[in-house]
């Protein structure tokens, strides 16, 4: 794994719990979610026609861009429903830890990728740090208690999503470019987030009490996922997948210092349990 695809993935993962941060705190998920994404899709829509029209790609490739629309749709769809029955510091190590733990294993066995013993020690670390800063448990008080287990099985979905368009995409970057990629993902969040969106009649609201977070929002959420796009053309997507959930750590404390969330003692020393974790894949995985 190159230095580059280090910075990038680790640049990805801080910019993601950046956006994530201000799509808990608006108003309404949907409208924010959805305000969000509309300039990227106004830029990169031309360039990706442009794109299409200068190049050919096999019928598989359609099959992959396909199911990675649906995937990502589905992520932002259950990204909103998360939020609204769950604490940042709880569901968002949840729905990342998830791609962290499937991720690896399945592009050792579908890409011939590998792990040393010391990365697949890593990786535990980073797994263990992230359920005991989601606080995840399955005691007889937490399933009785409604809105902990949808906001649980919400983010388990967003992490099942996480994984299956993080597998296609690899694939797809072996007939498109990454910001071609993100331009057909830009057009299936707006397919399923427009109608909710303007339905909630909460578009001015949302921008006159969050024009700041939407602007930066407008660019660190594309933004994220793009650098991630270029970092799996440099590296493994075993070791990388993993590094970016460096997000959990700036997500974890900016939930304890931002939005005054609670266990503040225990999800720190988690989260250097993570960071632990990523520097050793990082250097010896």
């Known amino acids: 794994m190159t230095t580059i695809a280090l910075i990038l993935v680790l640049a990805s993962g801080f910019t993601h719990s950046i956006w994530n941060l201000f799509a808990k705190r ?63 510091s709880q569901v968002y190590p949840i729905m990342r ?25 890593g990786l535990m670390l980073i797994i263990y740090g992230m359920i005991r800063i989601g606080g995840f448990k399955l005691n007889r008080t937490m399933l009785q208690d409604k809105k902990y287990m949808k906001g649980l099985m919400y983010a388990l979905g967003v992490g099942l999503c996480i994984t299956g368009y993080t597998l296609t995409d690899k694939n797809i970057l072996e007939f498109m470019p990454p910001l071609a990629l993100l331009a ?23 921008w006159k009490i969050n024009k700041g977070p939407l602007i930066v929002g407008s660019i660190l959420s594309p933004g994220s996922y793009l650098l991630f796009l ?21 997500g974890t404390l900016l939930g304890i210092i931002v939005l005054k969330e609670q266990q503040g003692r225990m999800r720190v020393m988690m989260s250097i349990a993570i960071t632990a974790g990523i520097i050793i894949i990082g250097t010896l995985g």
């Open 26 to 88: 608006s108003m309404n998920k949907d409208v924010f979610l959805w305000m969000i994404n509309i300039p990227c899709f106004l830029l990169l829509t031309p360039y990706l026609i442009e794109w299409l029209v200068s190049n050919t790609i096999p019928l598989k490739a359609y099959g992959l861009i396909l199911l990675s629309i649906m995937l990502q749709s589905g992520y932002f769809i259950l990204l909103s429903k998360a939020y609204q029955f769950g604490d940042i």
């Open 97 to 121: 830890g998830t791609g962290a733990l499937l991720v690896p294993v399945l592009s050792v066995l579908m890409y011939s990728e590998s792990l040393s013993i010391f990365g697949w020690a």
């Open 184 to 206: 057909l993902c830009n057009i299936g969040y707006m397919l399923v987030l427009t109608l909710p969106a303007l339905r909630s009649k909460a578009v001015k609201t949302e």
């Open 230 to 250: 270029f970092a799996m053309n440099l590296g493994p997507l075993a070791h990388l997948s993993p590094i970016r959930e460096i997000g959990t750590v700036f």
